[in-house]
C-alpha cells in the first residue's frame, strides 16, 4: 500500500537547527488538520483551546518570560524574544547566561 500525500506531513526547520526537514506519515489522518494545528501553536492561539485551569500557569510563564531583559547586562547585545515560559537565555555574542530578573 503506497503513501497518500493527505497523510504525509512534512516539517521543514530553520537552519540553525540540527535537522533540516522531518517527514511523518500521519496513517489515515488528513496533513492539513495537523498543518493548521501546527499554525495555531506557531501564533499563539492555541491558548484559545486551553482549559481555564491553565490560565493561570499560563500568564505565570508569559510573566516570567516578560521580565527577562531585552539587551544582555554583559555586553549590551540585543537579545532575542522568548517564547512564553523561558526564564533564561545565553547570549550568541558573548555566552552569558542572562535570567529573569
Not at 9 to 22: G, H, I, Q, Y
Not at 89 to 101: M, Q, R, S
Request: with cysteine; glycine share 4%; net charge negative.
Amino acid at each position: 500500500m503506497g503513501l497518500r500525500s493527505d497523510d504525509i506531513l512534512e516539517l521543514v526547520f530553520s537552519a540553525n537547527t540540527n535537522f533540516s526537514r522531518a517527514r511523518f506519515h500521519i496513517k489515515g489522518q488528513d496533513s492539513s488538520e495537523w498543518a493548521a494545528m501546527l499554525k495555531h501553536v506557531r501564533s499563539g492561539e492555541i491558548d484559545r483551546y486551553r482549559h481555564t485551569a491553565y490560565l493561570e500557569a499560563m500568564e505565570s510563564a508569559a510573566s516570567a518570560t516578560a521580565s527577562l531583559p531585552t539587551q544582555c547586562p554583559s555586553c549590551f547585545a540585543e537579545l532575542a524574544a522568548q517564547p512564553r515560559g523561558v526564564t533564561s537565555v545565553t547570549c550568541e555574542f558573548c555566552g552569558a547566561v542572562v535570567t529573569a530578573a
